[in-house]
């Protein structure tokens, strides 16, 4: 079953005030780099129920849609 | 040139949000309804299925679910509404910079001058429709049309997810043969009044002579002729972004309840008008007006209602005579004979607190600004301390006492005027 799953993310701010997300923290301490963040445009999830700014990310050559819902960080997670 | 209007309407808003945030529930009937132990449960929205089931908005929870046994209600998240209907009025904002809002899920968009830009008023309808899709996960029905009477008309004639343009070729087929209640502000006494002279359908009150509509309805006649025949010429009100929702120009001011419990006699009354005041009192020094005239609004267990209004001696912001007035008005017109369920306060007549005001000789000016200053001193303490920090002792001692209007208050659809 998919999940919605909060997560730790590391961001960067830049000047403009964008907000770029470099690494999600996973809870069991596993650390994700974000190689290429390849789209960001407000988005919905429809599989776990959600809104927010979805940035689609490549992660180890996947690609992952990660939302950042104010405040909170989102991923659409299969694990239980 | 002609212009270009859109209304769209996002189709059962609270319960299409539940459900994109519940998928769990996404195939079942869902209703969003209030919370029944603090009397306020009422069907506030539902989606298709329970629709097909024949739930109907405004009924009581209990009579839903002798309908749709398995209907499923969530309780409201008025929070994530309003960032909905911000978000939607982005979507808006990025084909017109004049948005109006009629509610939380409803506007008006004047795009005449985006159509060289991003296309007929039919495109620009599809292009919202796919972006509030998109972004949002909800869906609209957009009207397109080329005053905001039938552009809010054709956002109600196909639902859900649906675009109507209603041109200046159809609007007689589309329009006219619809019940003439379905017109905007024809509500059902005005509805009643116009079937006794044999007006049926908007057709039928478009081709009556306004001169006999002016002479049974007011000025009213003019206006609604006018409604339906097309010849509303009220521009789209462009909206501030900074501003949060109903901050264009007040006309009044108030809040209303209905009590976790009936109210009995004039001591409760008296509790929940100076409650309701506190609230009303404060927004209205926030907004930097006084007020001429308060009314009460009060419901009794048999679900009647009326209103009733008093000028005030001097223009006030002070809770304690708008308070006064109230219960004045409340005793010159209610008896008790039932039990009441629900009350509010407004005010309106606004003006300016800049405003001078002609004293009297015999009036106490000097208790007056003595009040005001009390006034601003509380309202100085609950801004920094929550809005239950100072109560009126009044306001002890009851299980009622907890209600908090000013923090519970929001937004809802003001006049079309």
């Keep these: 079953m998919v999940i919605k799953k909060f997560v730790q993310v590391v961001a960067r701010f830049q000047e403009d005030g964008k907000m770029i997300p470099l690494q999600v923290l996973w809870e069991d301490g596993r650390v994700f780099e974000i190689d290429r963040v390849l789209d960001m445009r407000p988005g919905v999830s429809m599989k776990v129920g959600g809104q927010g700014i979805r940035y689609t990310c490549r992660i180890q050559n996947k690609e992952v849609c990660l939302y950042y819902e104010e405040p909170k960080w989102f991923v659409e997670s299969k694990e239980k | ?417």
């Design chain 2, 1 to 417: 040139m002609e212009r270009v209007i859109l209304h769209s309407d996002i189709n059962s808003f609270y319960a299409n949000v539940e459900c994109l945030y519940h998928p769990e529930i996404r195939n079942l009937p869902v209703a969003v309804g209030g919370n029944p132990e603090k009397r306020h449960g009422i069907i506030l929205a539902k989606n298709q299925k329970a629709k097909e089931a024949g739930v109907k908005t405004g009924e009581a929870l209990w009579q839903a679910r002798q309908k749709c046994p398995n209907l499923v209600v969530m309780p409201p998240n008025y929070e994530l509404y309003l960032r909905f209907s911000r978000l939607a009025r982005k979507i808006y904002n990025r084909y017109s910079n004049q948005v109006e809002p009629f509610g939380l899920d409803e506007s008006w968009f004047d795009v005449t001058n985006s159509v060289k830009l991003y296309g007929s008023g039919e495109e620009i309808a599809q292009k919202v429709s796919q972006d509030i899709q998109n972004e949002l996960g909800i869906t609209v029905s957009i009207g397109v049309s080329w005053n905001k009477i039938f552009a809010k008309f054709g956002s109600d004639y196909k639902k859900p997810n649906a675009i109507t343009v209603i041109t200046r070729d159809n609007y007689k087929k589309i329009i006219w043969a619809q019940e003439v209640g379905d017109l905007l502000y024809i509500g059902r006494s005005t509805k009643k009044k116009l079937m006794k002279y044999g007006i049926y359908t908007i057709g039928q009150l478009a081709q009556t002579s306004p001169d006999f509509l002016v002479l049974q309805l007011g000025k009213m006649g003019m206006v609604l002729w006018r409604f339906a025949n097309g010849l509303d010429d009220s521009p789209v009100k462009p909206f501030d972004e900074q501003y949060n929702g109903n901050e264009r120009i007040l006309k009044s001011i108030g809040n209303s309840i209905t009590t976790p419990r009936d109210l009995k006699d004039l001591k409760d009354v008296k509790f929940i008008i100076y409650m309701l005041t506190e609230s009303v009192a404060m927004r209205l020094r926030e907004t930097g007006c006084y007020c001429l005239t308060v009314a009460i609004h009060v419901r009794n267990k048999e679900l009647e209602s009326f209103t009733r209004q008093m000028k005030l001696s001097k223009p006030s912001d002070l809770t304690k005579e708008i308070a006064e007035a109230a219960i004045v008005l409340f005793e010159n017109n209610y008896d008790f004979s039932s039990d009441i369920r629900s009350m509010g306060v407004r005010v309106t007549d606004l003006v300016p607190d800049s405003t001078p005001i002609q004293l009297d000789v015999f009036g106490n000016e000097e208790i007056r600004m003595r009040q005001a200053r009390l006034d601003d001193a509380v309202d100085d303490l609950r801004k920094r301390f929550g809005n239950l920090a100072v109560r009126r002792a009044v306001t002890i001692g009851d299980q009622m006492s907890c209600l908090d209007p000013k923090k519970e208050h929001v937004i809802h659809p003001i006049g079309y005027f």
